[in-house]
């Protein structure tokens, strides 16, 4: 069953002058747009064509006007829905406003439905006139025919000698019909185009918004990136200008993280140089080779120069001299 299918299936992709033309003929009805189905009273005798007796058509009000009215026919489909175990998600709010998209859509789905049920045939002894005649305003739908048919009957009943004016008369309400039609079938791809550009709109709109809350989350907001991403999105001109003045700042913000780190650089020259300084076995190599020379010079010395105060030794009475 096609409960769930993706936006990307090619039932989405089907026309308005199609689905129009299936509710048609499978209902006897004589709709000229997707959006008059609204009030779900089609929905649920569509469902009825394809299970047959599955739907209590009795509380099916063909004639609802007011949004009330119209969601107690989606209740009546969404009982309908339960008891098929079908998950499809009705969005009610939506449908009864009328809007043409979201009618499309779901009716798009619900002819996808039906035609995977038994391959779309519905019985020949359905009778849709008949099935409607139970439901509140469900005679007076059943009695709407196209026009065209209607005039049609009226001129083959006319008299003779009127056959002339009838048809003349015929020919010019053709024409009027033709135009009115294809003004509505323009003013509804206008509103269906409206409500696509819309969703899109709001779809980008909602992104821009997490980028700008994400902006501002502490601890952020210092950051050059992040600058120069606030800078894109508060941007009054659409030139461009915005995105090269975005460039320029990180640019610039690169640059000065390289100055200030080539400025730190002599400094570890500057350590080794004070640690050479005050290197204690390099001064004690020095002390060692201070007395190394000192030693040689005494060497070089006459005993009397080494010993210049031997008079001193003598007058002094040492036992260790000898007269």
Known sequence: MATKIGMMDAAYFVGRSEILAWINSTLQLNLSKVEEACSGAVHCQLLDAVHPGMVPMHKVNFDAKSEYEMIQN?????????????????EVSKLVKGRPLDNLEFMQWLKRYCDSVNGGLVSHSYNPIERREGSKGGKEVGKKGPPAQTSAKGTAAAPKAQSHHGRRHESSSSVNSNSSSTLNVKITELKLSVDSLEKERDYYFAKLRDVEL?????????????????????AADNDGSAVAEARAMMSLNCQEENEEAGSLSPIPEVLSSEEKMVNPDSQKRKSIRNLDVEAAGINNLSPRQRFPDATDVHCSGSPLMTY
Do not use: M, R, W
Request: aromatic share 10%; glycine share 6%.
């Open 74 to 90: 989606y209740k009546v489909l969404q009982d309908v829905f339960n008891k098929l175990k079908i998950t499809k998600h009705i």
């Open 214 to 234: 994400f902006c501002q989350s502490p601890g952020l907001e210092g950051l050059p990136v992040i600058a120069a991403i606030q800078q894109i999105l508060y």
